[in-house]
């Protein structure tokens, strides 16, 4: 039995952590299951999961597999179902990671995820029109409406955002939210304790059904069929369908074809990157709410344009970036410099620091001198060709940690000697050609996002 494995694993536990941790961190738990890797407690609040998710993990997913229990994830279900009150900028502060999702039944939806904090940019447009679309719940123009893109781009945002919308305009309909991993848990718990008739009809009854994060499903086979006929039964009976997940429906490796194929019906958009100037929008929109909690702490352009230069990958990274600073700054009372920041964040800007490569280097100078890769690489003397070619060198020495005879191969297999004159050479010629440095320093912000 599972539950045993639990309490095996929970005993060990109160070793490895001692005994007030256990007190109030693990014995709180409401061991649910283990599932496919995936471990299931019922916890008290979202603040709750996200603390134990931080600090307590690695130890419970090693005294689970210690006690026979196959563990690679930890999933956090709220124990009730009440109304979560709009998260405190206080709660914010310790919330770092993902906060925990659940049906909009119980009415629970993160507060902060609503249209009017979704700051809409060139990048996510598309995707934020389309799901405003949705929400007015009208006639159901597009099915399902799959929105995808990397990590921390928005997506559950926008979903939460129309399942806010709906619940506010259209009290009457039947919303549904919830992770795909939830309703594998949920599929596989109706399975064991023969309820699969009840499972079918809750999912049956809603009026819209949004599943975030699908990809978790790919290679669970039967919680894939599950899903599949969960998903044609509402589309055939015109029940709107919003899906999110990390890449396009035919990119998720493991989902099986008809699924996908299911999956590119309706309206597919993704999320983009981010860019620049969007970054430094949902900088200023955070800057505001901040000000009202935190009156008396400043923070200069120079840091936003900073923040948004350097953490560019992860929306939700950059949040908590801002988030730190301002608590730090308030905490010490001072003022918040580039200075101040690069102390308080260097963690996240170490981790941050984009990695350039080669390639990419190769790329992005044969583009912006309109030169074919192959001529780049090749025997061409030209200097048309052997100009941008020392700048690619110079470039490589600068952003990686490639040496000289390595780079000297990974152009068309050229001597170091080459590489170190070439290097060379545009140092000099960065003192004497304006036109020179400007597109060289062009480049390295192109290269370093
Ligand atoms: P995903 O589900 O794509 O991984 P989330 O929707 O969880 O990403 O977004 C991560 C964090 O970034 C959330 O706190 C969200 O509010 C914030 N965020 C992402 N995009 C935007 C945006 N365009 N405007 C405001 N906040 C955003
Ligand atoms: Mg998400």
């Keep these: 039995m599972e539950d045993q494995g639990w309490g095996t694993a ?14 109030t961190w693990i014995e709180p738990l409401d061991f649910r299951g283990a599932i496919e890797g995936v471990v299931t407690f019922g916890v ?46 206080d709660q914010d502060l310790h919330v770092k990671s ?20 979704f700051v809409v940019g060139k990048p996510n447009e598309l995707a934020h029109a389309a799901a405003r679309r949705v929400a007015e719940g009208r006639d159901v123009t597009f099915n399902p ?25 259209q009290s009457n309909l039947n919303v549904m939210y919830l992770s795909a991993e939830q309703f594998m848990y949920r599929f596989v718990q109706a399975l064991r304790e023969r309820k699969m008739m009840d499972f079918k009809e809750l999912f049956r009854s809603v009026d819209v059904l949004m599943v975030d994060d699908v990809q978790f499903i790919a290679g669970k086979d039967s919680t894939q069929e599950e899903f599949f006929h969960t998903f044609n039964a509402l589309v055939d009976q015109n029940k709107q369908i919003i899906i999110s997940a990390d890449r396009a429906p035919g990119e998720i490796k493991d989902l099986e074809d008809r699924i996908a194929s299911r999956l ?63 608590a730090f700054a308030s905490l010490v009372g001072r003022e918040i410099t580039i200075e101040l920041t690069k102390d308080c964040l260097s963690d996240i800007l170490r ?29 061409k003397r030209l200097r048309t060709f052997a100009r941008p070619r020392q700048i690619a060198m110079y470039l ?6 490639r040496s000289l005879p390595e780079i000297g191969r990974r152009f068309g ?20 050609d304006h036109q020179i440095s400007e597109d060289i320093d062009m480049l390295k912000r192109a290269l370093q996002g």
């Design 145 to 169: 409406l799959f929105l995808y893109g990397g990590v921390g781009l928005g997506k559950t945002h926008l979903m939460h955002a129309i399942a806010w919308e709906l619940q506010s305009n």
């Design 264 to 326: 590119q019906c309706g309206l597919v958009v993704d999320l983009h990157p981010t860019t620049y100037e969007l970054r430094i929008g949902i900088l200023q929109s955070k800057i505001e709410m901040y000000h009202a909690s935190y009156p008396g702490v400043e923070i200069g352009q120079d840091v936003v344009e900073f923040l948004a230069h350097r953490i560019s990958s992860n929306v939700r990274i950059l949040e908590g970036a801002l988030t730190r600073l301002f």
């Design 351 to 379: 981790a941050t620091d984009r990695k350039v490569t080669v390639e990419e280097i190769q790329r992005k100078v044969s583009e912006h001198y309109n030169i074919r890769l192959s001529d780049m690489l090749g025997p």
């Design 396 to 401: 490589c020495k600068q952003l990686t940690t």
């Design 98 to 117: 993902e906060s925990i999702e659940h049906g909009v039944r119980g009415g629970k939806l993160d507060s902060r995820f609503k249209f009017e904090n």
């Design 10 to 23: 929970s005993a060990s536990l109160r070793a490895v952590v001692g005994d007030n941790n256990f007190r």
């Design 413 to 432: 297999g050229r001597d170091h000697t080459t590489v170190m004159h070439g290097v060379r050479r545009i140092e000099e010629l960065q003192e004497a």
């Design 44 to 89: 008290p609040t979202s603040f709750f999961g996200n603390y134990i998710r931080q600090n307590f993990s690695e130890q419970i997913l090693e005294q689970l597999n210690n006690s026979g229990v196959s563990a690679s994830r930890l999933n956090f279900d709220l124990l009730d179902s009440v109304v979560k009150t709009p998260t405190t900028l």
